[in-house]
Protein backbone atom coordinates (compact mmCIF):
# COMPACT_ATOMS: atom_id res chain seq x y z
CA UNK A 1 0.00 0.00 0.00
CA UNK A 2 1.76 3.37 -1.18
CA UNK A 3 2.49 5.29 1.99
CA UNK A 4 1.68 8.85 0.72
CA UNK A 5 -1.21 9.70 -1.37
CA UNK A 6 -1.21 12.74 -3.15
CA UNK A 7 -4.74 14.11 -2.67
CA UNK A 8 -5.47 17.06 -5.29
CA UNK A 9 -6.65 19.43 -2.29
CA UNK A 10 -4.45 18.81 0.53
CA UNK A 11 -1.21 17.69 -1.06
CA UNK A 12 0.24 14.38 -0.23
CA UNK A 13 -1.19 12.95 2.88
CA UNK A 14 -0.34 9.53 4.97
CA UNK A 15 -2.62 6.34 3.94
CA UNK A 16 -3.76 6.11 7.50
CA UNK A 17 -6.30 9.36 6.81
CA UNK A 18 -8.35 7.62 3.86
CA UNK A 19 -11.61 5.38 3.64
CA UNK A 20 -10.82 2.88 0.82
CA UNK A 21 -14.51 2.23 -0.83
CA UNK A 22 -13.52 0.37 -4.07
CA UNK A 23 -13.95 0.46 -7.67
CA UNK A 24 -14.79 3.29 -9.06
CA UNK A 25 -17.08 2.12 -11.94
CA UNK A 26 -19.82 4.42 -13.56
CA UNK A 27 -22.95 4.30 -12.05
CA UNK A 28 -25.38 3.09 -14.70
CA UNK A 29 -28.76 5.13 -15.35
CA UNK A 30 -31.63 4.27 -13.47
CA UNK A 31 -33.06 3.08 -16.91
CA UNK A 32 -30.05 0.64 -17.99
CA UNK A 33 -32.17 -2.45 -17.29
CA UNK A 34 -31.31 -5.44 -15.19
CA UNK A 35 -28.08 -6.95 -16.89
CA UNK A 36 -26.13 -3.54 -16.71
CA UNK A 37 -27.28 -3.18 -13.19
CA UNK A 38 -25.84 -6.59 -12.15
CA UNK A 39 -22.95 -5.84 -13.77
CA UNK A 40 -22.52 -2.34 -12.16
CA UNK A 41 -23.25 -4.13 -8.41
CA UNK A 42 -21.42 -7.44 -8.57
CA UNK A 43 -19.00 -7.71 -11.10
CA UNK A 44 -15.49 -6.64 -10.90
CA UNK A 45 -12.31 -7.03 -13.31
CA UNK A 46 -10.31 -7.24 -10.15
CA UNK A 47 -7.04 -6.88 -12.26
CA UNK A 48 -3.73 -7.27 -11.20
CA UNK A 49 -2.35 -3.78 -12.32
CA UNK A 50 -4.19 -0.61 -12.63
CA UNK A 51 -7.43 0.05 -10.65
CA UNK A 52 -9.15 3.37 -10.02
CA UNK A 53 -10.86 3.12 -6.82
CA UNK A 54 -12.91 5.46 -4.81
CA UNK A 55 -11.39 7.23 -1.67
CA UNK A 56 -12.73 8.78 0.69
CA UNK A 57 -10.23 11.91 2.45
CA UNK A 58 -11.65 11.00 5.72
CA UNK A 59 -9.50 12.89 8.24
CA UNK A 60 -8.83 15.62 5.55
CA UNK A 61 -10.91 17.57 3.07
CA UNK A 62 -13.68 14.50 3.21
CA UNK A 63 -13.68 15.03 -0.77
CA UNK A 64 -14.55 11.67 -2.34
CA UNK A 65 -11.72 11.06 -4.80
CA UNK A 66 -10.48 8.51 -7.64
CA UNK A 67 -7.30 6.78 -6.63
CA UNK A 68 -5.34 4.71 -9.42
CA UNK A 69 -3.00 2.35 -7.79
CA UNK A 70 -1.36 -0.74 -9.24
CA UNK A 71 -3.18 -3.74 -7.12
CA UNK A 72 0.42 -5.67 -7.37
CA UNK A 73 2.58 -3.37 -6.38
CA UNK A 74 0.54 -0.52 -4.57
CA UNK A 75 1.96 2.51 -6.28
CA UNK A 76 -0.49 5.44 -6.97
CA UNK A 77 0.12 6.95 -10.45
CA UNK A 78 -3.40 9.53 -9.97
CA UNK A 79 -5.54 10.99 -7.36
CA UNK A 80 -7.96 13.48 -8.69
CA UNK A 81 -11.52 14.96 -7.19
CA UNK A 82 -14.48 12.76 -8.16
CA UNK A 83 -17.35 15.41 -8.49
CA UNK A 84 -14.77 17.07 -10.66
CA UNK A 85 -14.00 14.25 -12.69
CA UNK A 86 -17.24 13.53 -13.07
CA UNK A 87 -18.10 17.04 -14.30
CA UNK A 88 -16.01 16.58 -16.99
CA UNK A 89 -17.64 13.18 -18.03
CA UNK A 90 -20.72 15.08 -18.31
CA UNK A 91 -19.49 18.21 -20.18
CA UNK A 92 -20.12 20.34 -17.02
CA UNK B 1 3.93 -47.16 0.97
CA UNK B 2 1.64 -46.63 3.66
CA UNK B 3 2.76 -44.89 6.73
CA UNK B 4 2.49 -46.63 10.05
CA UNK B 5 3.61 -46.82 13.53
CA UNK B 6 5.48 -49.76 12.42
CA UNK B 7 7.15 -48.20 8.81
CA UNK B 8 8.33 -45.36 11.81
CA UNK B 9 10.02 -47.88 13.52
CA UNK B 10 11.12 -49.88 11.16
CA UNK B 11 12.74 -46.82 9.02
CA UNK B 12 13.85 -44.62 12.11
CA UNK B 13 15.90 -47.83 13.22
CA UNK B 14 16.98 -48.05 9.00
CA UNK B 15 18.54 -44.10 10.19
CA UNK B 16 15.64 -43.00 8.05
CA UNK B 17 17.47 -43.84 4.87
CA UNK B 18 14.58 -45.54 2.71
CA UNK B 19 11.82 -43.12 3.04
CA UNK B 20 10.36 -41.97 -0.61
CA UNK B 21 9.39 -38.56 -1.94
CA UNK B 22 5.28 -38.48 -0.59
CA UNK B 23 4.60 -37.76 -4.71
CA UNK B 24 6.11 -37.70 -7.73
CA UNK B 25 7.74 -34.98 -10.10
CA UNK B 26 5.50 -36.03 -13.50
CA UNK B 27 6.30 -34.43 -16.83
CA UNK B 28 2.62 -32.88 -18.37
CA UNK B 29 1.17 -35.46 -20.82
CA UNK B 30 -0.61 -34.01 -23.93
CA UNK B 31 -4.29 -34.36 -22.85
CA UNK B 32 -5.93 -35.34 -19.45
CA UNK B 33 -9.42 -36.16 -18.62
CA UNK B 34 -10.06 -33.87 -15.82
CA UNK B 35 -7.64 -30.70 -15.44
CA UNK B 36 -7.23 -28.68 -12.35
CA UNK B 37 -5.66 -25.01 -11.98
CA UNK B 38 -4.70 -24.52 -8.41
CA UNK B 39 -2.29 -26.46 -6.38
CA UNK B 40 -3.94 -25.54 -3.02
CA UNK B 41 -6.08 -27.09 -0.59
CA UNK B 42 -8.97 -27.15 -2.53
CA UNK B 43 -7.38 -28.29 -6.00
CA UNK B 44 -5.51 -31.35 -4.71
CA UNK B 45 -8.78 -32.26 -2.69
CA UNK B 46 -10.65 -31.96 -5.55
CA UNK B 47 -8.44 -34.52 -7.39
CA UNK B 48 -7.75 -36.52 -4.32
CA UNK B 49 -11.93 -37.09 -3.86
CA UNK B 50 -12.05 -37.15 -8.33
CA UNK B 51 -10.06 -40.12 -8.11
CA UNK B 52 -10.75 -41.96 -5.13
CA UNK B 53 -14.51 -41.32 -4.88
CA UNK B 54 -15.22 -41.07 -8.38
CA UNK B 55 -13.82 -43.13 -10.33
CA UNK B 56 -11.73 -40.72 -12.84
CA UNK B 57 -8.10 -41.69 -13.97
CA UNK B 58 -6.17 -39.28 -15.57
CA UNK B 59 -6.44 -36.26 -13.73
CA UNK B 60 -3.45 -33.41 -14.00
CA UNK B 61 -3.36 -30.71 -11.17
CA UNK B 62 -1.14 -27.99 -12.22
CA UNK B 63 0.33 -25.24 -9.52
CA UNK B 64 1.93 -22.14 -10.73
CA UNK B 65 4.54 -22.16 -7.89
CA UNK B 66 4.96 -24.78 -5.53
CA UNK B 67 1.64 -26.75 -3.57
CA UNK B 68 1.06 -25.58 -0.22
CA UNK B 69 3.03 -22.13 -1.50
CA UNK B 70 -0.85 -20.46 -1.12
CA UNK B 71 -3.58 -19.03 0.90
CA UNK B 72 -3.41 -23.31 2.50
CA UNK B 73 0.13 -22.72 4.06
CA UNK B 74 -1.06 -19.59 4.97
CA UNK B 75 -4.18 -19.32 6.63
CA UNK B 76 -4.83 -19.41 11.28
CA UNK B 77 -5.58 -23.18 10.42
CA UNK B 78 -9.12 -22.87 12.47
CA UNK B 79 -11.62 -25.46 11.55
CA UNK B 80 -15.54 -24.94 12.51
CA UNK B 81 -18.83 -25.69 11.14
CA UNK B 82 -20.51 -22.81 13.27
CA UNK B 83 -22.36 -21.27 10.61
CA UNK B 84 -26.41 -19.62 10.62
CA UNK B 85 -27.84 -19.67 7.12
CA UNK B 86 -29.68 -22.85 5.65
CA UNK B 87 -27.24 -22.58 2.42
CA UNK B 88 -23.87 -23.10 4.42
CA UNK B 89 -24.56 -24.60 7.75
CA UNK B 90 -24.70 -28.62 5.91
CA UNK B 91 -21.76 -27.97 3.74
CA UNK B 92 -19.43 -26.42 6.95
CA UNK B 93 -20.33 -29.67 8.67
CA UNK B 94 -19.93 -32.54 5.94
CA UNK B 95 -16.58 -30.47 6.02
CA UNK B 96 -16.58 -31.10 9.73
CA UNK B 97 -17.20 -34.75 9.70
CA UNK B 98 -14.74 -35.17 6.84
CA UNK B 99 -11.78 -33.66 8.86
CA UNK B 100 -13.01 -36.43 11.60
CA UNK B 101 -12.09 -39.21 9.64
CA UNK B 102 -9.62 -37.43 7.49
CA UNK B 103 -6.30 -38.70 8.79
CA UNK B 104 -7.50 -42.05 8.56
CA UNK B 105 -8.98 -41.73 5.08
CA UNK B 106 -5.35 -40.49 3.49
CA UNK B 107 -2.94 -42.16 5.84
CA UNK B 108 -1.17 -38.85 6.86
CA UNK B 109 -0.96 -37.19 9.74
CA UNK B 110 -2.60 -33.64 9.69
CA UNK B 111 -2.85 -33.03 13.45
CA UNK B 112 -6.34 -32.42 13.45
CA UNK B 113 -7.42 -31.34 17.25
CA UNK B 114 -10.54 -30.66 17.84
CA UNK B 115 -9.78 -28.14 20.63
CA UNK B 116 -13.15 -26.14 20.63
CA UNK B 117 -13.96 -22.88 19.35
CA UNK B 118 -15.08 -20.00 21.43
CA UNK B 119 -17.03 -17.43 20.11
CA UNK B 120 -17.58 -14.31 22.80
CA UNK B 121 -20.41 -11.88 23.03
CA UNK B 122 -20.47 -8.41 24.85
CA UNK B 123 -23.86 -7.56 24.91
CA UNK B 124 -27.54 -8.41 25.32
CA UNK B 125 -27.77 -8.21 21.50
CA UNK B 126 -24.98 -9.94 20.09
CA UNK B 127 -25.98 -12.84 23.03
CA UNK B 128 -29.19 -12.74 21.19
CA UNK B 129 -27.42 -13.57 17.57
CA UNK B 130 -25.44 -15.86 19.26
CA UNK B 131 -28.39 -17.90 20.24
CA UNK B 132 -29.99 -17.52 17.03
CA UNK B 133 -26.65 -19.41 15.22
CA UNK B 134 -26.35 -21.66 18.08
CA UNK B 135 -30.10 -23.20 17.65
CA UNK B 136 -29.78 -22.66 13.75
CA UNK B 137 -26.67 -25.03 14.24
CA UNK B 138 -28.53 -27.53 16.60
CA UNK B 139 -31.13 -27.93 14.35
CA UNK B 140 -28.78 -29.16 11.68
CA UNK B 141 -27.70 -31.48 13.97
CA UNK B 142 -24.06 -29.48 14.76
CA UNK B 143 -23.23 -29.56 18.22
CA UNK B 144 -23.29 -26.00 20.07
CA UNK B 145 -23.50 -24.62 23.57
CA UNK B 146 -23.96 -21.39 24.92
CA UNK B 147 -22.05 -20.13 27.79
CA UNK B 148 -22.86 -17.30 30.33
CA UNK B 149 -19.58 -15.27 31.81
CA UNK B 150 -19.12 -17.50 34.80
CA UNK B 151 -18.87 -20.81 31.99
CA UNK B 152 -16.30 -18.79 29.80
CA UNK B 153 -14.20 -17.61 32.99
CA UNK B 154 -13.97 -20.97 34.16
CA UNK B 155 -12.47 -22.27 30.72
CA UNK B 156 -10.66 -18.86 30.02
CA UNK B 157 -10.00 -16.88 33.26
CA UNK B 158 -6.90 -15.07 31.79
CA UNK B 159 -9.73 -12.86 29.03
CA UNK B 160 -10.39 -9.01 29.94
CA UNK B 161 -14.49 -9.82 31.19
CA UNK B 162 -14.59 -6.30 32.69
CA UNK B 163 -13.68 -4.47 29.87
CA UNK B 164 -15.44 -0.80 30.28
CA UNK B 165 -16.38 -0.80 26.39
CA UNK B 166 -16.65 -4.91 25.59
CA UNK B 167 -17.18 -6.44 28.72
CA UNK B 168 -17.43 -10.34 28.35
CA UNK B 169 -20.85 -11.52 28.64
CA UNK B 170 -20.32 -15.14 27.81
CA UNK B 171 -19.74 -16.91 24.28
CA UNK B 172 -20.85 -19.76 21.70
CA UNK B 173 -18.78 -22.45 22.19
CA UNK B 174 -18.62 -25.08 19.17
CA UNK B 175 -16.23 -27.93 20.83
CA UNK B 176 -15.56 -30.10 17.62
CA UNK B 177 -14.16 -26.95 16.13
CA UNK B 178 -10.19 -26.43 16.39
CA UNK B 179 -7.08 -26.17 14.32
CA UNK B 180 -5.45 -28.80 11.80
CA UNK B 181 -1.62 -28.66 10.79
CA UNK B 182 -2.00 -26.78 7.08
CA UNK B 183 0.67 -27.89 5.28
CA UNK B 184 0.14 -31.70 6.10
CA UNK B 185 -3.42 -30.47 4.35
CA UNK B 186 -1.72 -30.04 1.01
CA UNK B 187 0.65 -32.95 1.61
CA UNK B 188 -1.38 -35.34 2.45
CA UNK B 189 -4.22 -34.60 -0.05
CA UNK B 190 -1.07 -34.65 -2.49
CA UNK B 191 0.41 -37.62 -1.34
CA UNK B 192 -3.28 -39.36 -1.73
CA UNK B 193 -3.70 -38.14 -4.64
CA UNK B 194 -0.51 -39.22 -6.11
CA UNK B 195 -0.96 -42.92 -5.22
CA UNK B 196 -3.85 -42.70 -7.49
CA UNK B 197 -2.10 -41.55 -10.35
CA UNK B 198 -2.83 -37.83 -10.50
CA UNK B 199 -0.27 -35.92 -11.87
CA UNK B 200 0.64 -32.96 -9.43
CA UNK B 201 2.65 -30.53 -12.10
CA UNK B 202 4.30 -27.94 -9.69
CA UNK B 203 5.90 -24.85 -11.51
CA UNK B 204 3.55 -24.79 -14.26
CA UNK B 205 1.76 -21.45 -14.95
CA UNK B 206 -1.39 -21.48 -16.97
CA UNK B 207 -1.44 -18.61 -19.35
CA UNK B 208 -4.13 -19.43 -21.61
CA UNK B 209 -7.36 -21.45 -21.68
CA UNK B 210 -7.65 -22.39 -25.44
CA UNK B 211 -11.50 -23.14 -26.30
CA UNK B 212 -12.94 -24.32 -29.83
CA UNK B 213 -16.88 -24.11 -30.82
CA UNK B 214 -17.94 -22.95 -27.27
CA UNK B 215 -15.69 -25.88 -25.33
CA UNK B 216 -12.07 -25.61 -23.28
CA UNK B 217 -9.74 -28.20 -25.40
CA UNK B 218 -6.95 -27.71 -22.98
CA UNK B 219 -4.70 -24.84 -21.52
CA UNK B 220 -1.90 -22.57 -22.75
CA UNK B 221 0.76 -22.88 -19.84
CA UNK B 222 4.62 -21.99 -18.83
CA UNK B 223 5.11 -25.70 -20.02
CA UNK B 224 3.20 -25.83 -23.47
CA UNK B 225 0.13 -26.73 -24.51
CA UNK B 226 -1.78 -29.42 -22.34
CA UNK B 227 -5.51 -31.12 -23.62
CA UNK B 228 -8.05 -31.55 -21.48
CA UNK B 229 -11.40 -33.03 -21.39
CA UNK B 230 -12.65 -30.62 -18.08
CA UNK B 231 -11.20 -27.30 -16.88
CA UNK B 232 -11.52 -27.22 -13.05
CA UNK B 233 -10.38 -23.72 -11.30
CA UNK B 234 -9.41 -23.40 -8.03
CA UNK B 235 -7.38 -20.31 -8.39
CA UNK B 236 -8.38 -18.24 -4.81
CA UNK B 237 -7.10 -15.08 -5.19
CA UNK B 238 -6.01 -15.50 -9.18
CA UNK B 239 -9.86 -16.50 -9.91
CA UNK B 240 -10.19 -13.49 -11.80
CA UNK B 241 -7.33 -13.69 -13.37
CA UNK B 242 -7.57 -17.68 -15.18
CA UNK B 243 -11.21 -16.76 -15.53
CA UNK B 244 -10.26 -13.70 -17.41
CA UNK B 245 -8.12 -16.22 -19.86
CA UNK B 246 -11.83 -17.38 -20.82
CA UNK B 247 -13.92 -14.00 -21.54
CA UNK B 248 -15.41 -14.39 -17.52
CA UNK B 249 -15.69 -11.70 -14.94
CA UNK B 250 -16.33 -12.78 -11.92
CA UNK B 251 -18.28 -11.08 -9.01
CA UNK B 252 -15.13 -11.00 -7.07
CA UNK B 253 -12.68 -9.13 -5.85
CA UNK B 254 -8.75 -10.16 -4.08
CA UNK B 255 -7.71 -8.62 -1.02
CA UNK B 256 -5.06 -9.11 1.03
CA UNK B 257 -5.33 -10.92 4.72
CA UNK B 258 -2.72 -10.89 7.26
CA UNK B 259 -1.78 -13.40 9.96
CA UNK B 260 0.54 -13.63 12.59
CA UNK B 261 2.70 -15.99 14.70
CA UNK B 262 4.39 -14.93 18.21
CA UNK B 263 7.33 -16.51 20.48
CA UNK B 264 6.32 -19.45 21.76
CA UNK B 265 4.92 -19.58 25.17
CA UNK B 266 4.21 -22.69 27.73
CA UNK B 267 0.54 -24.03 27.25
CA UNK B 268 -1.77 -20.69 27.49
CA UNK B 269 -4.58 -21.02 25.09
CA UNK B 270 -6.01 -24.20 24.74
CA UNK B 271 -8.84 -23.62 22.15
CA UNK B 272 -9.67 -21.21 19.28
CA UNK B 273 -11.13 -18.19 21.29
CA UNK B 274 -12.57 -15.13 18.90
CA UNK B 275 -13.42 -11.53 19.93
CA UNK B 276 -16.69 -10.67 19.40
CA UNK B 277 -16.15 -6.66 19.56
CA UNK B 278 -13.88 -6.28 16.87
CA UNK B 279 -12.50 -9.12 14.54
CA UNK B 280 -10.00 -11.37 15.83
CA UNK B 281 -9.23 -14.97 16.57
CA UNK B 282 -6.02 -16.79 18.28
CA UNK B 283 -4.85 -19.91 19.02
CA UNK B 284 -1.72 -21.82 19.92
CA UNK B 285 0.33 -24.05 18.12
CA UNK B 286 1.77 -27.28 19.35
CA UNK B 287 4.85 -25.68 19.26
CA UNK B 288 3.91 -23.02 21.46
CA UNK B 289 3.51 -19.51 19.43
CA UNK B 290 0.44 -18.21 19.54
CA UNK B 291 -1.30 -17.84 15.54
CA UNK B 292 -3.87 -14.99 15.00
CA UNK B 293 -5.46 -12.46 12.05
CA UNK B 294 -7.97 -10.35 12.37
CA UNK B 295 -9.79 -8.44 9.26
CA UNK B 296 -8.58 -8.17 5.58
CA UNK B 297 -6.77 -4.84 4.65
CA UNK B 298 -9.38 -3.72 2.49
CA UNK B 299 -8.19 -2.94 -0.68
CA UNK B 300 -7.56 -4.70 -3.65
CA UNK B 301 -4.18 -6.51 -3.50
CA UNK B 302 -2.53 -9.40 -5.45
CA UNK B 303 0.72 -8.21 -3.17
CA UNK B 304 0.79 -11.30 -0.37
CA UNK B 305 1.71 -8.97 2.58
CA UNK B 306 0.02 -6.30 4.39
CA UNK B 307 0.11 -3.00 6.02
CA UNK B 308 1.03 -1.37 9.78
CA UNK B 309 -2.29 0.08 9.94
CA UNK B 310 -3.95 -3.76 10.03
CA UNK B 311 -1.17 -5.02 12.12
CA UNK B 312 -1.65 -2.42 14.98
CA UNK B 313 -5.71 -2.56 14.74
CA UNK B 314 -4.88 -6.87 15.05
CA UNK B 315 -2.80 -6.40 18.00
CA UNK B 316 -5.19 -3.56 19.68
CA UNK B 317 -7.89 -5.95 19.25
CA UNK B 318 -5.68 -8.85 20.83
CA UNK B 319 -5.29 -6.97 24.00
CA UNK B 320 -8.69 -5.70 24.30
CA UNK B 321 -9.38 -9.48 24.21
CA UNK B 322 -6.71 -10.88 26.68
CA UNK B 323 -4.74 -7.89 28.31
CA UNK B 324 -1.83 -10.17 28.95
CA UNK B 325 -0.76 -10.57 24.91
CA UNK B 326 0.41 -6.95 25.71
CA UNK B 327 4.26 -8.00 25.90
CA UNK B 328 4.11 -10.77 23.41
CA UNK B 329 6.63 -11.01 20.89
CA UNK B 330 5.59 -11.32 17.11
CA UNK B 331 7.77 -13.52 15.10
CA UNK B 332 6.43 -13.51 12.08
CA UNK B 333 3.05 -11.74 10.22
CA UNK B 334 2.54 -12.76 6.18
CA UNK B 335 -0.47 -12.48 3.70
CA UNK B 336 -2.45 -14.29 1.27
CA UNK B 337 -4.67 -12.97 -1.71
CA UNK B 338 -8.10 -13.78 -0.59
CA UNK B 339 -11.14 -14.12 -3.21
CA UNK B 340 -14.03 -12.26 -1.34
CA UNK B 341 -17.54 -12.62 -3.65
CA UNK B 342 -19.53 -10.48 -3.67
CA UNK B 343 -21.93 -12.05 -0.39
CA UNK B 344 -19.32 -13.53 1.46
CA UNK B 345 -20.10 -17.14 0.42
CA UNK B 346 -18.06 -19.67 -2.10
CA UNK B 347 -18.56 -20.46 -5.73
CA UNK B 348 -19.11 -24.13 -6.78
CA UNK B 349 -20.77 -24.22 -9.66
CA UNK B 350 -20.57 -25.03 -14.06
CA UNK B 351 -19.89 -21.64 -15.68
CA UNK B 352 -21.54 -20.75 -19.30
CA UNK B 353 -18.97 -23.13 -21.11
CA UNK B 354 -20.04 -26.49 -20.89
CA UNK B 355 -16.45 -28.24 -19.58
CA UNK B 356 -15.29 -25.54 -17.49
CA UNK B 357 -15.86 -25.58 -13.77
CA UNK B 358 -15.47 -23.01 -10.89
CA UNK B 359 -14.24 -23.47 -7.47
CA UNK B 360 -14.03 -20.09 -5.74
CA UNK B 361 -14.53 -16.73 -3.75
CA UNK B 362 -14.02 -18.62 -0.11
CA UNK B 363 -13.06 -15.17 1.18
CA UNK B 364 -11.51 -15.96 4.09
CA UNK B 365 -13.10 -18.74 5.33
CA UNK B 366 -11.73 -21.18 2.42
CA UNK B 367 -9.23 -23.48 5.25
CA UNK B 368 -11.99 -25.36 6.96
CA UNK B 369 -13.93 -26.15 3.83
CA UNK B 370 -11.07 -27.87 2.37
CA UNK B 371 -12.10 -31.38 2.70
CA UNK B 372 -15.90 -30.54 1.88
CA UNK B 373 -15.08 -28.12 -0.83
CA UNK B 374 -12.79 -30.73 -2.83
CA UNK B 375 -15.28 -33.55 -2.61
CA UNK B 376 -18.13 -31.43 -3.49
CA UNK B 377 -16.12 -29.82 -6.84
CA UNK B 378 -15.44 -33.21 -7.24
CA UNK B 379 -18.96 -34.47 -7.33
CA UNK B 380 -19.77 -31.54 -10.08
CA UNK B 381 -16.88 -32.25 -12.23
CA UNK B 382 -17.40 -36.07 -12.31
CA UNK B 383 -21.40 -36.15 -12.46
CA UNK B 384 -22.46 -32.52 -13.96
CA UNK B 385 -24.77 -32.02 -11.00
CA UNK B 386 -24.22 -30.18 -7.48
CA UNK B 387 -23.66 -32.19 -4.04
CA UNK B 388 -26.30 -32.05 -2.34
CA UNK B 389 -24.51 -30.25 0.75
CA UNK B 390 -23.03 -27.58 -2.13
CA UNK B 391 -26.75 -26.54 -4.30
CA UNK B 392 -26.54 -22.72 -3.11
CA UNK B 393 -23.30 -21.97 -4.11
CA UNK B 394 -24.59 -20.98 -7.41
CA UNK B 395 -22.23 -18.48 -9.91
CA UNK B 396 -25.82 -17.00 -11.03
CA UNK B 397 -27.03 -16.66 -7.73
CA UNK B 398 -26.42 -12.66 -7.71
CA UNK B 399 -28.25 -12.41 -10.16
CA UNK B 400 -31.25 -14.39 -9.23
CA UNK B 401 -31.06 -12.83 -5.70
CA UNK B 402 -30.35 -15.56 -3.70
CA UNK B 403 -28.11 -14.37 -1.81
CA UNK B 404 -26.02 -16.14 0.72
CA UNK B 405 -25.07 -12.69 3.31
CA UNK B 406 -23.88 -14.41 6.28
CA UNK B 407 -23.17 -11.25 7.60
CA UNK B 408 -25.57 -9.27 5.82
CA UNK B 409 -23.03 -6.61 4.86
CA UNK B 410 -23.93 -6.53 0.89
CA UNK B 411 -21.92 -6.34 -2.56
CA UNK B 412 -18.72 -4.51 -0.44
CA UNK B 413 -16.26 -7.28 -0.27
CA UNK B 414 -13.83 -4.96 2.21
CA UNK B 415 -16.37 -5.66 4.82
CA UNK B 416 -16.97 -9.13 4.44
Redesign the interface.
Known amino acids: MASLVPCPHCGSRPKEEFTVKGAALKRPSPEAGADAWFDYVYLRDNPRGGYEEYWHHTAGCRRWLIVDRDTATHQVTSCRDAASASAKEHGA | MRYSALSLLWNGLRGNRDWKPAWRQPQPKPHYDVIIVGGGGHGLATAYYLAKEFGIANIAVLEKNYIGSGNVGRNTTIIRSNYLLPGNNPFYELSMKLWEGLERDFNFNAMVSQRGVLNLYHSDAQRDANMRRGNAMRLHGVDAELLDTDEVRRMVPFLDFDNARFPIKGGLLQRRGGTVRHDAVAWGYARGADSRDVDIIQGCEVTGIRRENGRVTGVETSRGFIGCGKLALAAAG?S??VARMADL??????HVLQAFVSEGLKPFIDGVITFGAGHFYVSQSDKGGLVFGGDI???????QRG?L?TVEHVAEAGKAMIPALSRLRVLRSWGGIMDMS?DGSPIIDRTLIDNLYLNAGWCYGGFKATPASGFCFAHLIARNAPHETATAFRLDR??RGYLIDEKGQG????LH
Not at chain 2, 249 to 254: A, I, M, R, T, V
Not at chain 2, 297 to 303: E, I, Q, R, V, W
Not at chain 2, 411 to 414: E, G, K, V
Request: hydrophobic share 30%; net charge negative; glycine share 4%.
Open positions: NSQKLPLESDGYNSYANAMFQAQPN
